[in-house]
């Protein structure tokens, strides 16, 4: 999987005039101080999976922010890495709403491989500092990765928590079937606002099982 660079299936998707400029921007900011994730991991989210193949998009805020724990698709640590807070807050609600056992290995990609695109609203972060590129144009980048899913035939659910991945709800509405999920952001700060007890996997592979398609193995 190379992240290091936009596939060309998403350029075609996501008419976004301003990607170079953005790109540059990002490349500077790698320059100049510790950004996360890793640059060859900068778009490994949408290099994970085609835009055809999309049948949930999970959308966070921005990565980890610290080191060895960012690794371009949202909420996801490498194999071995320790449970970041919001990460286990994340499968404590798994466990809960399917009733499956703890899940120890906090690396998403067999999620990715089903067709779950872990997005966030910001792609990059400096080191330490959440929130630290907020201003550099990422928003408008994933509005267009959001806007042309939207113009996809298939069924594709949406997960959006926090109030960042809730500005995009009206980017998530289409004529073709779809499921608007919202919920406090997982962060031990505000998963007691109505995070636990949503049941967003369940909600998820009931939508997909209504319209024919296979339900997520999370």
């Known amino acids: 999987m190379n992240g290091r660079d ?15 400029a953005l790109l540059a921007r990002a490349d500077e900011a790698y320059a100049a101080e510790t950004v996360y ?10 290099a994970a999976l085609p835009p055809e193949r999309v049948r949930c998009v999970i959308l966070g805020q921005d990565p980890y922010h610290e080191p060895g724990q960012a690794m371009g698709l949202a909420f996801s640590v ?11 807050n994340i499968f404590r609600e798994r466990e809960s709403d399917l009733g499956l056992s703890p899940r120890e290995s906090g690396d998403l990609r067999s999620w990715a491989e089903q067709g779950v695109l872990l997005l966030n609203t910001v792609l990059t ?8 590129h907020k201003s550099l144009g990422w928003q408008a980048f994933t509005d ?5 899913l939207s113009a996809l035939s298939q069924p594709i659910a949406f997960i959006l928590w926090g109030a960042d991945a809730q500005k995009k709800e009206s980017l998530c509405h289409s004529v073709h079937p779809r499921l ?22 369940s909600q998820v592979n009931a939508f ?3 319209y024919g398609a296979d339900e997520i193995n999370w």
Not at 6 to 20: G, M, N, R
Not at 37 to 46: G, H, Q, S, T
Not at 144 to 148: H, P, R, S
Not at 180 to 201: N, W
Request: charged share 20%.
């Open 6 to 20: 936009l596939p060309q299936v998403w350029k075609d998707l996501a008419s976004f005039p301003d990607y170079d």
């Open 37 to 46: 994730p890793p640059r060859d991991l900068l778009f490994a989210a949408l």
């Open 78 to 88: 490498p194999e071995g890495c320790p449970l970041p807070p919001s990460l286990r």
């Open 125 to 132: 972060v400096p080191r330490g500092r959440a929130g630290g």
């Open 144 to 148: 267009a990765i959001i806007q042309g």
């Open 180 to 201: 608007i999920l919202k919920a406090p952001h997982p962060s031990p700060l505000s998963s007691y606002r109505g995070f636990f007890g949503s049941r967003p996997f």
């Open 208 to 210: 997909l099982s209504a």
